[in-house]
């Protein structure tokens, strides 16, 4: 019982005498750098949610050079065609 | 509602900045916690850095149920991170010239400095769980509901870890 107090004393006392124990100065500083570091998107993140933003614009621009291409394929077609009965009639 | 769960909520709302108020709030007592389990200061600040930076994580993904109180829960990840870098990292050398915060008392910081070598060397020959069971009771203050809590097992287990703790240390003492 003796030892048992001598230890339950001991303990009050470290505790008492580690209860002044602080951070270091700058550790509040120190936490923050690490939280943004985790907070701030790789350089590959960063690329990829840019790209992928302009994704649908990609898309469209992509669909419209397609009718486009075509529209311009068919013009050419009509004029060779015409071009071709006109100089069947000569 | 008092200010940390405040703050929580604001992390939680998209407020990033105020996790710098948890970190004011919290950073006094758990340094002082990873202090008393991991026996110096500067294991004990790099274990709560990571410890915030987790918790930081789970904030922002959504993880942190609040099952229990914002305290317990920090409580908790620097108790399983003290117990892990106990297992696996040996002791960094402790600097000597580490700043001391201004607003602080120099020579009570000394006194605690001196009393944590000696809880350290007392303690050191316990199993990190153990260790850990024994401040959280005997220098924090927690009853042993809330130390199975923070240490996720059952109180059976808690107490069975007090025992064996008090039972290691009086047996150190039979054999000096």
Redo the contacts between chains.
């Keep these: 019982m003796i030892?048992?107090d001598?230890?339950?004393q001991?303990?009050?006392r470290?505790?008492g005498?580690?209860?002044?124990?602080?951070?270091?100065?700058?550790?509040?500083a120190?936490?923050?750098l690490?939280?943004e570091r985790?907070?701030a998107p790789s350089f590959l993140e960063s690329t990829w949610f840019s790209a992928r933003r302009l994704l649908p614009v990609a898309a469209i621009a992509a669909a419209m050079a397609v009718v486009w291409a075509v529209q311009v394929d068919s013009s050419v077609d009509d004029e060779l065609a015409a071009s071709y009965v006109s100089a069947e009639l000569e | 509602m008092d200010l940390l769960e405040k703050a929580v909520d604001r992390v939680l709302s998209g407020d990033r900045s105020a996790f710098q108020q948890i970190v004011d709030a919290t950073s006094q007592k758990l340094v002082r916690l990873g202090a008393r389990i991991m026996g110096n200061q500067a294991d004990a600040e790099d274990v709560v850095q990571e410890a915030y930076v987790k918790a930081y994580r789970a904030l922002t993904a959504g993880e942190f149920d609040r099952r229990s109180s914002t305290t317990t829960w920090l409580y908790r990840i620097v108790v399983n991170g003290a117990i892990d870098a106990k297992r696996s990292r040996k002791r960094r050398a402790e600097a000597s010239d580490e700043q001391v915060d201004p607003g602080w008392d120099g020579a009570a910081f000394a006194e605690a400095r001196l009393a944590l070598s000696e809880l350290d060397d007392w303690l050191q020959a316990l199993p990190a769980e153990q260790r850990a069971a024994l401040v959280l009771q005997s220098m924090e203050g927690l009853n042993n509901s809330e130390i199975a809590q923070v240490m996720g097992v059952s109180e059976g287990a808690v107490e069975q870890r007090l025992v064996r703790a008090r039972a290691a240390l009086r047996q150190k003492r039979e054999q000096s």
């Design positions: 030892e048992q001598d230890i339950e001991r303990l009050a470290l505790s005498a580690t209860d002044a124990l602080r951070p270091s100065a700058g550790f509040s120190r936490v923050m690490a939280i985790e907070a």
